[in-house]
Nanobody, 115 residues
Framework: QVQLVESGGGLVQAGGSLRLSCAAS????????MGWFRQAPGKQRELVAT???????NYATSVKGRFTISRDNAKGTLYLQMNSLTPEDTAVYYC?????????WGQGTQVTVSS
């Protein structure tokens, strides 16, 4: 089993930056890819970015060039650097991890961008 805990969310003005962290514990050695998703009120959860154990990344079109996903395997931590934030980025952000056939989710952290 893998436990994930997100942190770093908060309130920021449009144009600002935030860095989210996701600390993994438990069977960290089993983790392959990891990712960030978000869910805005009244909308479905959507992919933000993913990163493989080898460091290959993939981004949603809406965040490409503004967000950067990274991971520190030694620390078991996933990051999401978010720059040039807009009110449309307001959502609960979740991290997840893929371990074989299993997918684990954190509890989410709220990001609110004011105009």
């Amino acid at each position: 089993q893998v436990q994930l805990v997100e942190s770093g969310g908060g309130l920021v003005q449009a144009g600002g930056s935030l860095r989210l962290s996701c600390a993994a514990s438990g069977s960290r050695s089993s983790i392959n890819a990891m990712g960030w998703f978000r869910q805005a009120p009244g909308k479905q959860r959507e992919l933000v970015a993913t990163i493989t154990s080898g460091g290959s990344t993939n981004y949603a079109t809406s965040v490409k060039g503004r967000f950067t996903i990274s991971r520190d395997n030694a620390k078991g931590t996933l990051y999401l650097q978010m720059n040039s934030l807009t009110p449309e980025d307001t959502a609960v952000y979740y991290c997840n991890s893929y371990s074989g056939p299993y997918v684990y989710w954190g509890q989410g952290t709220q990001v609110t961008v004011s105009s």
